[in-house]
């Protein structure tokens, strides 16, 4: 929060993430359709939804990897700010 507010990084969706979020939309009509809240609820969809938008991984263990990810993105940020400030150790 060097700005002192949260900084916005935008990433492109990845084709696995574009299936998966036709699905996601499917299952959301339904449990608008009253399905039974035990198999599909609204809180679990939402879950879904945000492990989905940080990367396809988060719901899937064998979707590939894709290097424009927020994860990977998150990573080299993680990394520079590490290199750029390892003399007073800026990111313990």
Do not use: Y
Not at 10 to 28: D, F, G, I, L, Y
């Amino acid at each position: 929060m060097e700005t002192g507010k949260p900084i916005v990084v935008a990433c492109p969706m990845s084709e696995e993430q574009h299936k998966c979020n036709r699905n996601w939309w499917c299952v959301t009509n339904a449990c608008v359709a009253k399905v039974d809240p035990r198999v599909d609820n609204a809180l679990a969809i939402t879950t879904d939804g945000r492990k989905l938008a940080t990367d396809a991984r988060c719901l899937s263990a064998t979707a590939p990897d894709f290097p424009e990810s927020k994860v990977n993105r998150l990573v080299e940020n993680v990394a520079a700010t590490w290199s750029r400030t390892a003399a007073t150790r800026g990111t313990q």
